[in-house]
């Protein structure tokens, strides 16, 4: 396929936008509705914000890393026509998750998951959650500073960092990982089918506050929460093809 009309965005960094100065002279910049393609400069903090902010355009994105971290980015060469390396890109199809946070007085708010929704301790004390899937309990009384769902493109992100499982693309699997539990102590996290059905019910809500956050979307004092995949909404991301998402996430397994 190809990607003649480009985008450019970029991170408010001083490498960002250089690269986005440099890249817009070589190759022009349309407005993203007009786009064939939307390249982000940065790291991956900034590919998540770029992956929410395009979502309704339905249009491939493509990752130059200018970050820090660039676990979602390709790496940045200008010596090689960018042009050329978009017509030989691989793409990966991702799903994220719906967040629907239930807040005291009946409140609801929703929100879409690229990497994870994550339940976590507002204050000094410990959570109290109980774990439903598929409207059937399977924790009755979690004692933790919280708990996450992930995808498996989030699985390498603060899924990891919570000790848990690293998900192959196409797995069709999700991550639930407890973050610091002190009861069920050996409880160390499910592997769920995509088509699950989760929520997490905060008990004393009042006197244990429990945030909820997808990705950078956070909910505040809420009393329950709704999860699942909302396979509708495709998002396009584009690789290099010696270096595609799919070998990353099986690589970073063997990372010691």
Known sequence: MGYERIAFVASRSEKGQEALREMSKRYGNHEPADADVVVAIGGDGFMLQTLHRQMKNSKPIYGLMKGSVGFLMNQYDSEIELPDRLAVTETATLHPLRMTAHGEG?????????????????????????????????????????????????????????????????????????????????????????????????????????????????????????????????????FDPEHNLEDRILNEQFAY
Request: glycine share 4%; hydrophobic share 45%.
């Open 106 to 238: 009946g409140v609801e708010m929703s929100s879409l998951a690229i990497n994870e929704v994550s339940m976590l301790r507002q204050t000094k004390q410990a959570a109290k959650i109980r774990v439903y899937i598929n409207d059937a309990v399977k924790i009755d009384e979690m004692i933790c500073d919280g708990i996450l769902l992930a995808t498996p493109a989030g699985s390498t992100a603060y899924n990891l960092s919570a000790h848990g499982p690293i998900i192959p693309l196409g797995s069709k699997i999700l991550a639930m990982t407890p973050i610091s539990p002190f009861r069920p102590r050996r409880w160390r996290g499910a592997l769920l089918s995509c088509a699950a059905r989760v929520r997490f019910e905060v008990l004393e809500h009042y006197k244990r506050p429990v945030s909820a956050t997808a990705d950078a979307f956070e909910v505040r004092d809420i009393v329950e929460v709704e999860i699942a995949e909302d396979p509708t909404v495709d998002i396009c991301l584009l």
